[in-house]
């Protein structure tokens, strides 16, 4: 069994940058995609990227392309999640999880297992 705990998060102005961490523990987890939902208060989650098990293909949801850059370490059964020019907009908690289902879109939340219980991302404008 896989568990993540992600890390990073925390309250920075508009146009600042954070880094957010996913460490996961258990289970080797180099042989799977990983993913990065956040959820805004009131909306539901949603999906801001992935990265395949090597970290050769990496795709990112339109609000996020070009500022956000999602990266790992297999080595230290790590996944980063790289935030520039944040906006307002960006607020929310940030989940990472493991890509267990291969039947539909990357983007979709039910393709992914043992979440981790998020991090929260505030930013002010």
């Known amino acids: 069994q896989v568990q993540l705990v992600e890390s990073g998060g925390g309250l920075v102005q508009a146009g600042g940058s954070l880094r957010l961490s996913c460490l996961a523990s258990?289970?080797?987890?180099?042989?799977?995609?990983m993913g990065w939902f956040r959820q805004a208060p009131g909306k539901e989650r949603e999906f801001v990227a992935v990265?395949?098990?090597?970290?050769?293909?990496?795709f990112y949801a339109d609000s996020v392309k070009g500022r956000f850059t999602v990266s790992r370490d297999n080595g230290k059964n790590t996944v980063y999640l790289q935030m520039n020019s944040l906006k307002p907009e960006d607020t929310a908690v940030y989940f990472c999880a493991v890509r267990v289902y291969y039947s539909g879109s990357y983007a979709t939340s039910g393709e992914y297992g043992h979440w981790g219980p998020g991090t929260q991302v505030t930013v002010s404008s």
């Open positions: 258990g289970q080797p987890f180099s042989s799977h995609a």
């Open positions: 990265i395949n098990w090597s970290g050769t293909n990496r």
